[in-house]
């Protein structure tokens, strides 16, 4: 009974470069949310997804990210031309159902923008 | 905006002994709930426990409970019989509009043996 899934779990990029982050949810899960964690601080909501449908991306940047969750394979979380404030740990979580069921997260994937 | 507050970035305990990490939450919902979190070097987020608002029973797993006051909008973590293993990062949870997490800044717990 496999977890929530991230990869990669490590990520460098340069300055300007694209990254791709994948998130496969929990067997059984339809509803998948992403969160930003900068060093020291707590993790902060990004966007709340469910198969084929943005719910909520309320926590998201306005320019560069952007999320998706189709019919078939993982979530994705892309940044495009990052810069070094985007140096972060970016978990997901999923749930079974949307509202107060708790989020199991996955392992994170932490991103180095050198 | 509804916030959660940890109070203390830091704390220790020694081995075998009980520690209480404090949370307060600001909200205008009536029926919600309520999660703490560990993180632990890894970084793994790990559920510790839930607590359910409309119950007034406190929440229990284990070694693990909480002290929930409603009304102070207080919730804290009790850990009995501290281990090693419990050295960690611990986050207080709140799901607002019942969907995206807003967590506290977190207790660093120091575990000495």
């Known amino acids: 009974n496999a977890g929530v899934m991230q990869n990669p779990r490590h990520l460098v990029r340069r300055r300007g470069q694209e990254a791709r982050l994948r998130c496969s949810p929990m067997?059984?899960?339809?509803?998948v949310y992403w969160y930003r964690q900068l060093p020291e601080e707590g993790l902060k909501f990004m966007v709340y997804?469910?198969?084929?449908?943005?719910?909520?991306e309320s926590g998201m940047p306005k320019e560069r990210f952007s999320a998706e969750f189709p019919k078939e394979g993982p979530s994705i979380l892309r940044i495009q031309q990052v810069v070094r404030g985007d140096s972060a740990a970016y978990f997901c979580?999923?749930?079974?159902?949307?509202?107060?069921?708790?989020?199991?997260f996955g392992p994170g994937t932490r991103l180095t923008v050198t | 905006a509804q916030t959660v507050t940890q109070s203390q970035p830091e704390m220790s305990v020694q081995e075998a002994e009980t520690v209480t990490l404090s949370c307060t939450y600001d909200?205008?919902?009536?029926?919600?709930?309520l999660f703490w979190y560990k993180q632990p070097p890894s970084r793994q987020m790990i559920l510790v426990i839930r607590?359910?608002?409309?119950?007034?029973q406190n929440a229990t797993e284990n070694r693990f409970s909480v002290n929930f006051q409603k009304a102070a909008k207080s919730f804290s973590l009790k850990i009995s019989d501290s281990q090693l293993g419990d050295a960690a990062m611990y986050f207080c949870?709140?799901?607002?509009?019942?969907?995206?997490?807003?967590f506290g800044q977190g207790t660093r717990l120091t575990i000495n043996p």
């Open positions: 909200t205008s919902e009536s029926d919600y709930y």
């Open positions: 997804l469910q198969k084929e449908n943005i719910i909520d």
């Open positions: 949870a709140y799901p607002q509009g019942a969907q995206k997490l807003v």
């Open positions: 067997k059984g899960h339809s509803h």
């Open positions: 607590q359910e608002a409309y119950k007034q």
């Open positions: 979580a999923s749930s079974s159902t949307g509202g107060f069921y708790e989020q199991y």
